[in-house]
């Protein structure tokens, strides 16, 4: 059966998190999650690193696809505006790639990781543990990545 | 006396205006402008866009700095996002071409072209022609990002 490694992606403009997990039929492997700490730096240095990271670990990683978590409803638009430089950097350095590109929505991600829609981020990151089997514990950002990750794979 | 080459971008989700002037002293001189049409294909696609032109567009042009009009107060959360994508694209090119970024204040900009902070889009336009010293009809994407290279080169 075809392996198919997926990797998830939470961008931010302080942290960004991301996940790579495998998928061979309906059983899920983990094999990396991390967050990239953006920090303080002047704000074009960290979409410069967004983009240096994803290009090194692209490479690195070898995923097939790739999967963000939507934008919508987004209530600050000062927030909106920052959020949105980081992704977009992302999301183009994924399809410079020529990575597939897949977007769910928050609600379905946590609903395909809890069926549940309306989890808290604890039991989404407990539930991301179980899903693959594994006993680590990530940062919030990595956990997420990794759940938006595990919802494309029970789209596919 | 040096001369200096500006790239002024006015990024956006559906068109990106750019403008390449020369500074020599208090010499303006027109280069090249046009806009980008980024129009209804989708989102993805519209940023790859954005990133390949400008990765060619640097080479063939040699910029020695670019400056971008800075985002503030931006009303509505769902274009500041898309905008957002856009910008932050098209500053990781600059960026990852070495160019040194300087913002603007769309107050700024209008000010260094008109002396008045308030001037409406045709008048921005007019004056660009006047301190360029050309007749060009260029789409208002465009003399909007020659405005901004302008204020920059007088801000230098």
Chains 1, 2 share one sequence.
Request: charged share 20%; glycine share 8%; hydrophobic share 45%.
């Amino acid at each position: 059966m075809a392996v198919i490694r997926i990797l998830g992606i939470d961008p931010g403009s302080r942290y960004m998190g991301y996940g790579v997990i495998e998928q061979e039929g309906s059983r899920l492997k983990l094999v990396d999650a991390n967050r990239l700490v953006l920090g303080n730096a002047p704000f074009t240095e960290r979409l410069l690193r967004i983009d240096s990271f994803l290009n090194e670990y692209l490479q690195q990683m070898q995923p097939d696809e790739a999967a963000f978590e939507g934008i919508f409803h987004q209530k600050y638009a000062d927030a909106a505006i920052k959020l949105g430089h980081a992704r977009g950097v992302a999301i183009v350095a994924c399809a410079r790639f020529g990575l597939p590109l897949f977007e769910y929505s928050p609600t379905d991600v946590k609903q395909s990781i809890t069926s549940f829609g309306h989890a808290e981020k604890a039991q989404v990151a407990q539930m991301v543990r179980i899903l693959l089997g594994v006993q680590n514990a990530w940062p919030v950002d990595a956990s997420d990545a990794l759940a938006i990750a595990i919802c494309h794979a029970n789209r596919r």
